[in-house]
Nanobody, 126 residues
Framework: QVQLQESGGGLVQPGGSLILSCAASGRTFTTSVMGWFRQAPGKEREFVAGIRWSGGRTDYADAVKGRFTISRDNAKNTMYLQMNRLKPVDTAVYYC???????????????????WGQGTQVTVSS
């Protein structure tokens, strides 16, 4: 199994930037895809961005396209989420996730990922 640890969350003003990191440990060699999800109070967990570990192909939710960038460093077993031009609606707990299965299409629902981090809080407010 893969263990995941998020970091980098915090308080930022609207229009600001923040970068999140997700360090993976354990059986990282089995990882096929990794992704970022977020969950705001009273809302369901939603897909933010995903990346294929080998080829690096990415996918983004419409709400963050052009503002967020997902990337990974295979040697460091670390995934990143660069968040720019942040909005109050981006406020949520952000989770990183991973799965070892082979997908034709990037999974964009929580059930597509079997390994999860504990989450890191991102608050966008003046």
């Amino acid at each position: 199994q893969v263990q995941l640890q998020e970091s980098g969350g915090g308080l930022v003003q609207p229009g600001g930037s923040l970068i999140l990191s997700c360090a993976a440990s354990g059986r990282t060699f089995t990882t096929s895809v990794m992704g970022w999800f977020r969950q705001a109070p009273g809302k369901e967990r939603e897909f933010v961005a995903g990346i294929r570990w080998s080829g690096g192909r990415t996918d983004y939710a419409d709400a963050v396209k052009g503002r967020f960038t997902i990337s990974r460093d295979n040697a460091k077993n670390t995934m990143y989420l660069q968040m720019n031009r942040l909005k109050p609606v981006d406020t949520a707990v952000y989770y990183c996730a991973a799965d070892s299965r082979t997908f034709v299409k990037m999974p964009t629902t929580p059930r597509g990922y079997t390994n999860w981090g504990q989450g890191t809080q991102v608050t966008v407010s003046s």
